[in-house]
């Protein structure tokens, strides 16, 4: 009875504990990006002013933009502001920073979530093929591929990509997310083509869409399968070394149900780790692949804000980086509860 009571109060003590831990490294991680962007070689006052400007020019931008105060007092004015929901305006595009990443994040979204489904889709199944097949034919080729992954440039995959099945072949859409004839045909409701397409009920559009996504979505997805494959395989060899599963296989039952009705089960917690950690750095931005792609996204935003200087745009995509992984470490937690109740208590 008296645990009973104990609970609610213990659970509000856990979640007040965790929200005090978010917060901090939020704080932490606004601080770094603060004041080592300070430091950095790049003016983003000559940037906005131009090489030409005379310095009575540069010193007004100077002033304007708070430079002319201390360290401290600029990130308290900016602590100050973004309490009230304010990031700041963006020197790359002068509107302001928070209009921009609604903006940009929702063509990464897409990428990214169409990629971390073919990465996990086929990198799980073949990890668990490699486990079961160790050191046969079925397990090295699977290694190969890992491999292949991990090693290969992405950059040169992409481009080698586009050169083979949009120049050469034909088979996918070239650079950006449409063809431009199509641009703003469809409502802009949720900034995923696709979806919006979709809810316009736009046949056209959709299939063009698709036809841009499939090749760098499939690229990032390869880049992600071989991480989740090896991780895969490994937790897999770890689970068919163990009693239980000798047991079971003595009982008589068949290897398929040894393997997915036993081991694979036990390693569903480990799994939502690792495809959520591959899931928030493909939102973090797949820069390179953005890059070949001419892809609008926010790997592409961050980079050029990043080349200017522009301080505000890159806090500001610093902190949804750091809200994107604390919110997908909150999610395997329940996740974790509801696939292995012992880790409620």
Same mark, same amino acid.
């Given at each position: 009875?008296?645990?009973?009571?104990?609970?609610?109060?213990?659970?509000?003590?856990?979640?007040?504990?965790?929200?005090?831990?978010?917060?901090?490294?939020?704080?932490?991680?606004?601080?770094?990006?603060?004041?080592?962007?300070?430091?950095?070689?790049?003016?983003?006052?000559?940037?906005?002013?131009?090489?030409?400007?005379?310095?009575?020019?540069?010193?007004?931008?100077?002033?304007?933009?708070?430079?002319?105060?201390?360290?401290?007092?600029?990130?308290?004015?900016?602590?100050?502001?973004?309490?009230?929901?304010?990031?700041?305006? *963006?020197?790359?595009?002068?509107?302001?920073?928070?209009?921009?990443?609604?903006?940009?994040?929702?063509?990464?979204?897409?990428? *990214?979530?169409? *990629?971390?489904?073919?990465?996990?889709?086929?990198?799980?199944?073949?990890?668990?093929?490699?486990?079961?097949?160790?050191?046969?034919?079925?397990?090295?080729?699977?290694?190969?591929?890992?491999?292949?992954?991990?090693?290969?440039?992405?950059?040169?995959?992409?481009?080698?990509?586009?050169?083979?099945?949009?120049?050469?072949?034909?088979?996918?859409?070239?650079?950006?997310?449409?063809?431009?004839?199509?641009?703003?045909?469809?409502?802009?409701?949720?900034?995923?083509?696709?979806?919006?397409?979709?809810?316009?009920?736009?046949?056209?559009?959709?299939?063009?869409?698709?036809?841009?996504?499939?090749?760098?979505?499939?690229?990032?997805?390869?880049?992600?399968?071989?991480?989740?494959?090896?991780?895969?395989?490994?937790?897999?060899?770890?689970?068919?070394?163990?009693?239980?599963?000798?047991?079971?296989?003595?009982?008589?039952?068949?290897?398929?149900?040894?393997?997915?009705?036993?081991?694979?089960?036990?390693?569903?917690?480990?799994?939502?780790?690792?495809?959520?950690?591959?899931?928030?750095?493909?939102?973090?931005?797949?820069?390179?692949?953005?890059?070949?792609?001419?892809?609008?996204?926010?790997?592409?935003?961050?980079?050029?804000?990043?080349?200017?200087?522009?301080?505000? *745009?890159?806090?500001?995509?610093?902190?949804?980086?750091?809200?994107?992984?604390?919110?997908?470490?909150?999610?395997?937690?329940?996740?974790?509860?509801?696939?292995?109740?012992?880790?409620?208590?």
């Amino acid at each position: 009875m008296m645990l009973t009571l104990l609970a609610p109060g213990s659970r509000t003590r856990r979640f007040s504990k965790r929200l005090l831990q978010v917060l901090i490294t939020l704080f932490g991680l606004l601080v770094l990006t603060f004041f080592i962007g300070r430091v950095m070689p790049v003016d983003p006052v000559l940037a906005i002013v131009g090489p030409d400007a005379d310095q009575g020019t540069y010193e007004q931008v100077y002033r304007q933009l708070g430079f002319d105060r201390s360290l401290l007092t600029q990130f308290g004015v900016y602590l100050g502001n973004l309490l009230h929901g304010d990031l700041g305006n *963006a020197l790359l595009t002068g509107k302001p920073v928070a209009d921009d990443i609604l903006r940009v994040f929702p063509a990464t979204l897409e990428l *990214a979530t169409v *990629a971390i489904v073919i990465g996990a889709g086929l990198g799980i199944p073949l990890g668990v093929l490699a486990a079961a097949r160790r050191n046969r034919p079925a397990d090295y080729i699977v290694r190969v591929i890992s491999l292949a992954g991990y090693s290969t440039p992405i950059f040169w995959v992409g481009m080698m990509g586009l050169l083979l099945f949009y120049a050469a072949l034909g088979w996918v859409g070239g650079a950006g997310r449409l063809d431009l004839g199509l641009e703003g045909q469809v409502p802009h409701r949720t900034g995923m083509i696709t979806v919006d397409a979709l809810l316009a009920g736009n046949g056209t559009v959709l299939f063009n869409a698709l036809n841009h996504l499939v090749l760098p979505a499939s690229l990032l997805g390869f880049h992600s399968l071989a991480y989740i494959s090896r991780m895969t395989r490994s937790f897999m060899l770890a689970q068919l070394s163990q009693e239980f599963v000798i047991t079971a296989r003595v009982k008589g039952l068949s290897e398929w149900q040894v393997i997915w009705n036993h081991a694979f089960r036990n390693i569903l917690v480990q799994l939502l780790t690792v495809v959520a950690l591959a899931y928030g750095s493909l939102l973090e931005g797949a820069v390179l692949i953005e890059t070949v792609f001419s892809w609008p996204g926010f790997g592409s935003y961050l980079t050029g804000s990043l080349l200017l200087g522009d301080m505000n *745009a890159v806090m500001g995509c610093v902190l949804l980086v750091g809200v994107i992984f604390v919110l997908i470490n909150l999610l395997s937690d329940m996740l974790y509860q509801l696939f292995d109740p012992r880790t409620k208590s």
